[in-house]
């Protein structure tokens, strides 16, 4: 079946850098447009940033130029560099993979992120 195993949370200070990781399996990866996003408490889920498989890529405007993410295909594993992070980045982060053909896509269990002093 399809996992997604995402890593790589944890605390760190503000101005602080993180790395997730999203190891998927059970599926052809390469056909897939590949997305993180985050939910605060309280708040909705929003998309963080998305990568295509050619690794075409937009983002948020909140961390446009922060967050970098990258795909690494014969991984099949999906990155987000979270540098200067900020209090307000303090979310559950969960990764999507959205399948081109039909739009039906599968999720992660999140990683925490917390960014305190």
């Known amino acids: 079946q399809v996992q997604l195993v995402e890593s790589g949370g944890g605390l760190v200070q503000p101005g602080g850098s993180l790395r997730l990781s999203c190891a998927a399996s059970g599926l052809t990866f390469s056909n897939y447009f590949m997305r993180w996003f985050r939910q605060a408490p309280g708040k909705e889920r929003e998309l963080v940033a998305g990568i295509t498989r050619f690794s075409s890529t937009n983002y948020a405007n909140y961390v446009k130029g922060r967050f970098p993410i990258s795909r690494d295909n014969a991984k099949n594993t999906v990155y987000l560099q979270m540098d200067r992070l900020k209090p307000e980045d303090t979310s559950v982060y969960y990764c999507?993979?959205?399948?081109?053909?039909?739009?039906?896509?599968?999720w992660g269990q999140g990683t925490q992120v917390t960014v305190s002093s």
């Open positions: 999507n993979a959205l399948r081109i053909v039909d739009g039906g896509d599968y």
